[in-house]
């Protein structure tokens, strides 16, 4: 379930976290988040809805869910005010491989509004210290 974890993710992050620590006003703590995510590519259900047994119903919830990670997105990063901006790096980290491909990763990043994709073929050791390398560097700038 990736787009039902992401969007609760964000929304958790959000509601019980940043938004309540701006609401105290504390001064002078400066509020910033990194988001990597790690994926294969597959999302089968979503709301109670299988992608194998309601293929249409699935696509259009997965639209859905899709422009709520958008907004929620948009609202990390201050919904266009650089000062407001929360959300310092977003990573998408996939493990490509036959079926789950760079071209969908790279799909998938743009459609989630993420920064970066990262693909880590399983086999290969040195792009999966590559996508650890680079989400740590990110998240060590914030």
């Known amino acids: 379930a990736l787009y039902n974890t992401l969007e609760e993710s964000i929304n958790v992050i959000y509601n019980d976290y940043l938004k309540k620590s701006l ?8 509020h910033k988040v990194a988001i990597g995510i790690i994926t294969d590519g597959e999302d089968t259900y979503i709301d109670g809805i299988s992608k194998f047994k309601s293929p249409e119903a699935y696509e259009e919830k997965r639209k859905q869910k899709i422009k709520s990670i958008n907004l929620e997105m948009q609202r990390l990063r201050g919904n266009g005010d650089v000062s407001q901006a929360m959300l310092v790096s977003s990573v998408l980290i996939g493990l490509t491989g036959t079926e789950f491909s760079e071209l969908k990763l790279k799909e998938m990043k743009r459609e989630l509004n993420f920064d970066e994709a990262i693909s880590i073929n399983q086999a290969n050791d040195q792009s999966i210290r590559k996508a650890f390398k680079l ?5 060590l700038n914030i």
């Open 135 to 139: 989400f740590s560097t990110n998240a």
């Open 23 to 30: 609401e105290k006003g504390a001064s002078g703590i400066v």
